[in-house]
């Protein structure tokens, strides 16, 4: 017979450096015992602003051409 768990765990933390570190640890202690997490959900309570570091311009990948578009694969060509 095939069993199916889902639980959830809820905790506070002061600042986001915090929450990661918990989150961390529940996952470390989650691997040691072979289970593997499926979706991780973080949230602030409705109202609270966040404010997340600036991120910079992505530099341009090989797979993308000099006028910014996807490059596509050998073979297919744009219309």
Do not use: C, Y
Not at 29 to 58: K, N
Not at 59 to 78: E, H, M, Q, V
């Amino acid at each position: 017979m095939k069993f199916h768990a889902t639980v959830v765990f809820e905790f506070s933390a002061s600042d986001i450096g915090e929450a990661g570190k918990r989150l961390n640890e529940l996952l470390e202690q989650a691997q040691e015992r072979d289970l593997a997490p499926r979706s991780l959900e973080l949230s602030t309570p409705h109202g609270t602003p966040v404010t997340l570091p600036a991120v910079g311009t992505p530099a341009r990948s090989a797979s993308t051409s000099a006028a910014g578009a996807p490059s596509l694969p050998r073979g297919i060509t744009r219309r």
